[in-house]
């Protein structure tokens, strides 16, 4: 019962080594009591099977359970529709990424992207075609982004990019690339739409290490390029207020 037990819970150093002293033990004693080899070596097998078994059972239900739990775990942290990392998934990664990461806090920018009049392409269009522009801009940006840096979906037309290594002007760059190549979608061919544009608005780590407040200069950024017109990209200033930026973006569609 005891290698059972441990397979439970325990290392597999554990388990292996629980059961070689319960099947060693288990023989000893067959070999004490049995009369002859032939007896002998029978019951060294019926009680290696009988500790065997047990434990073998009780470890494959503990991976699958594992396995299990990790698909689960996938599963409530990943947006369905997008397959890329929803609201729950994205900030563990970025929480993840804060204990890991080597990269100073001001080289590290927050990209916020809002799809444009979203909720009149549902209206108009139907929310069939609202998916299909979620997904097509979810590529987008999986393809657009460097390698490295983390993009996932905050909810509704929201998305999220938290770019490494950046400047304002790399994120600058990183962004109006991504709206202009957005703008040029073959939409008419792909969702029977006239067009599709964002609006993005970037955050950089000098408001300090979190995200809360990061989260809140990038959306108030992204408010500011919906205010003034839309299909744009604004920077946040360092001390929260707002930055159009233009030589920034200006330089970046060079």
Same mark, same amino acid.
């Given at each position: 019962?005891?290698?059972?037990?441990?397979?439970?819970? $325990?290392?597999?150093?554990?388990?292996?080594?629980? !059961?070689?002293?319960?099947?060693?033990?288990?023989?000893?004693?067959?070999?004490?009591?049995?009369? /002859?080899?032939?007896?002998?070596?029978? $019951?060294?097998?019926?009680?290696?099977?009988?500790?065997?078994?047990?434990?073998?059972?009780? /470890?494959?239900?503990?991976?699958?359970?594992?396995?299990?739990?990790?698909?689960?775990?996938?599963? *409530?942290?990943?947006?369905?529709?997008?397959?890329?990392?929803? @609201?729950?998934?994205?900030?563990?990664?970025? #929480?993840?990424?804060? @204990?890991?990461? !080597?990269?100073?806090?001001?080289?590290?920018?927050?990209?916020?992207?809002?799809?444009?009049?979203?909720?009149?392409?549902?209206?108009?269009?139907?929310?069939?075609?609202?998916?299909?522009?979620?997904?097509?801009?979810?590529?987008?940006?999986?393809?657009?982004?460097?390698? &490295?840096?983390?993009? /996932?979906?905050?909810?509704? #037309?929201?998305?999220?990019?938290?770019?490494?290594?950046?400047?304002?002007?790399?994120?600058?760059?990183?962004?109006?690339?991504?709206?202009? #190549?957005?703008?040029?979608?073959?939409?008419?061919?792909?969702?029977?739409?006239? &067009?599709?544009?964002?609006?993005?608005?970037?955050?950089?780590?000098?408001?300090?290490?979190?995200?809360?407040?990061?989260?809140? *200069?990038?959306?108030?950024?992204?408010? #500011?390029?919906?205010?003034?017109?839309?299909?744009?990209?604004?920077?946040?200033?360092?001390? &929260?207020?707002?930055?159009?930026?233009?030589?920034?973006?200006? *330089?970046?569609?060079?």
């Amino acid at each position: 019962a005891i290698p059972a037990i441990a397979a439970m819970a $325990s290392s597999r150093r554990v388990i292996v080594g629980h !059961t070689i002293v319960a099947i060693a033990l288990a023989c000893a004693v067959a070999i004490v009591v049995a009369h /002859g080899f032939a007896a002998a070596l029978v $019951s060294c097998t019926v009680s290696a099977t009988v500790i065997w078994l047990p434990v073998l059972m009780i /470890g494959a239900l503990r991976r699958s359970l594992v396995l299990t739990q990790a698909r689960y775990r996938e599963l *409530a942290h990943t947006d369905p529709l997008t397959n890329l990392p929803n @609201r729950r998934g994205f900030l563990d990664r970025i #929480e993840r990424y804060h @204990r890991t990461s !080597t990269v100073s806090s001001a080289q590290v920018g927050f990209l916020m992207i809002d799809v444009d009049h979203f909720k009149s392409i549902n209206d108009r269009f139907g929310h069939a075609v609202g998916d299909e522009v979620l997904k097509r801009l979810a590529n987008l940006g999986s393809t657009t982004l460097r390698k &490295g840096d983390l993009f /996932g979906r905050l909810g509704g #037309e929201e998305f999220l990019a938290i770019l490494p290594s950046a400047s304002a002007e790399t994120a600058a760059h990183i962004g109006e690339r991504l709206r202009r #190549e957005c703008e040029e979608l073959d939409w008419p061919k792909i969702a029977k739409l006239d &067009g599709v544009t964002i609006s993005l608005g970037v955050a950089m780590c000098q408001f300090g290490y979190d995200e809360t407040s990061l989260l809140h *200069a990038a959306d108030t950024a992204l408010y #500011e390029s919906k205010r003034s017109g839309r299909n744009r990209l604004t920077i946040a200033d360092r001390d &929260g207020s707002i930055e159009k930026a233009a030589k920034l973006i200006s *330089a970046s569609r060079r």
